[in-house]
C-alpha cells in the first residue's frame, strides 16, 4: 500500500522536464515532487540505448529509495530508451509514467488523418517511437519527422527566447521534411521553452503540442484511478531537486520556472 503523502519522482537529462514537473505542480498542487535533472550526462538524444538505461535505472534506486509513489520519465529520450526496462525494474514499488504515450493518443484523438510534424533528438526520431505508436491507433495521422540535435543543449545554455535561438529554429522548421503539416508535436522537453519562437516562425498557422499539460493530465487521471492522490488538498507540495552536475544556469532557470527558491543538492550517479 502506497502512503499517499509519498512524492511523485520526475527525472530528465537536464532543465527540460521542469517544463513537465511544473505542469504536474500546476494541476497537483498538493503533491510532493522530487526532481533529478541528469546534467552531467545531457543531452540524452546523443547518447546509446544502453547508457541512456544505465542512468535511468540509477536514478530510479535514488527515487525508491526516498519512496515515491510513482515515477515519471520526463524525457522523450529516456522514455524511447529505458521505460520498458525502468517499468520492470521498477515492478510494483511505483506507478511509471513516459512522456510519450499520453502524446500519441491526443495526436490520434485529435489530428486522425492529417499531416503532423514530429521534432526531437537523435534518438527520439532514429527509434520511430512516435511513428510506431501512432500506426498501432490505425486513424491515418501521417508523422513527418525531424531530428533537430542542437536545439535541446542551446536551451540548457540559457539560449532560448532570443535571436539566436529564433534562427536556429528557422533552419530547422524550413526543411521539407516538416512541409505541409498542420500540427508540430514537440518531442523533446526543453522544446516548450522555445515554443514562442516556434509558433512566430509559423505565424500561427500550425498548432503546437507541447506534451508537458498533456502528460500531467495523463498522470493525473491514472493516479486518480488507483487512489494514488494525495487527498488533503490544503497541503502544499514540498520540492526537491538533484542534479548529477551542479550548475549555476540550471539553478537559475529551477528558479525562474517555479517562481520561488529551490532546493538544489548534487547527487553524483557515479562517484
Known amino acids: 500500500m502506497h502512503d499517499l503523502e509519498?512524492?511523485?519522482?520526475?527525472?530528465?537529462?537536464?532543465?527540460g522536464g521542469l517544463t513537465v514537473a511544473k505542469a504536474v505542480s500546476d494541476l497537483l498542487p498538493a503533491?510532493?515532487?522530487?526532481?533529478?535533472?541528469?546534467?552531467?550526462?545531457?543531452p540524452y538524444g546523443e547518447k546509446s540505448s544502453s547508457a541512456i538505461q544505465a542512468y535511468s535505472i540509477k536514478i530510479c534506486n535514488l527515487f525508491l529509495n526516498r519512496k515515491v509513489k510513482a515515477i515519471l520519465i520526463a524525457c522523450n529520450s529516456a522514455s524511447t530508451a529505458a521505460f520498458d526496462l525502468v517499468k520492470e525494474y521498477v515492478g510494483s514499488k511505483a506507478q511509471v509514467f513516459n512522456v510519450i504515450d499520453p502524446m500519441v493518443a491526443y495526436v490520434a484523438q485529435n489530428y486522425p488523418q492529417q499531416k503532423v510534424g514530429l521534432i526531437g533528438t537523435k534518438q527520439t526520431v532514429g527509434s520511430?517511437?512516435?511513428?510506431?505508436k501512432l500506426d498501432a491507433t490505425n486513424t491515418g495521422v501521417q508523422l513527418q519527422?525531424?531530428?533537430?540535435?542542437?536545439?535541446?543543449?542551446?536551451?540548457?545554455?540559457?539560449?532560448?527566447?532570443?535571436n539566436i535561438s529564433a534562427s536556429v529554429v528557422a533552419n530547422y522548421l524550413?526543411?521539407?521534411?516538416l512541409a505541409g503539416i498542420t500540427s508540430l508535436i514537440l518531442g523533446c522537453t526543453h522544446y516548450p521553452?522555445?515554443?514562442?519562437?516556434?509558433?512566430?516562425?509559423?505565424?500561427?498557422?500550425?498548432?503546437?503540442?507541447?506534451?508537458s499539460q498533456t502528460v500531467a493530465l495523463a498522470m493525473k487521471e491514472q493516479l486518480?484511478?488507483?487512489?494514488?492522490?494525495?487527498?488533503?488538498?490544503?497541503?502544499?507540495?514540498?520540492?526537491?531537486?538533484y542534479v548529477s552536475d551542479y550548475t549555476r544556469s540550471f539553478e537559475a532557470s529551477?528558479?525562474?520556472?517555479?517562481?520561488?527558491?529551490?532546493?538544489?543538492?548534487?547527487?553524483?550517479l557515479w562517484d
Do not use: C, W
Open 254 to 268: 529551477t528558479r525562474i520556472f517555479f517562481g520561488k527558491e529551490v532546493v538544489l543538492e548534487h547527487y553524483p
Open 224 to 241: 486518480d484511478a488507483l487512489n494514488l492522490l494525495q487527498t488533503n488538498q490544503q497541503h502544499e507540495g514540498a520540492y526537491h531537486f
Open 31 to 42: 503533491e510532493n515532487l522530487l526532481y533529478f535533472g541528469d546534467t552531467a550526462h545531457m
Open 128 to 132: 520511430n517511437v512516435y511513428q510506431k
Open 193 to 211: 521553452l522555445i515554443k514562442t519562437e516556434i509558433e512566430k516562425f509559423y505565424n500561427n498557422s500550425v498548432t503546437v503540442l507541447d506534451s
Open 145 to 162: 519527422a525531424l531530428a533537430t540535435p542542437l536545439l535541446a543543449p542551446m536551451i540548457e545554455e540559457g539560449f532560448f527566447q532570443n
Open 174 to 177: 524550413e526543411s521539407e521534411s
Open 6 to 15: 509519498a512524492p511523485i519522482g520526475i527525472f530528465d537529462s537536464g532543465i
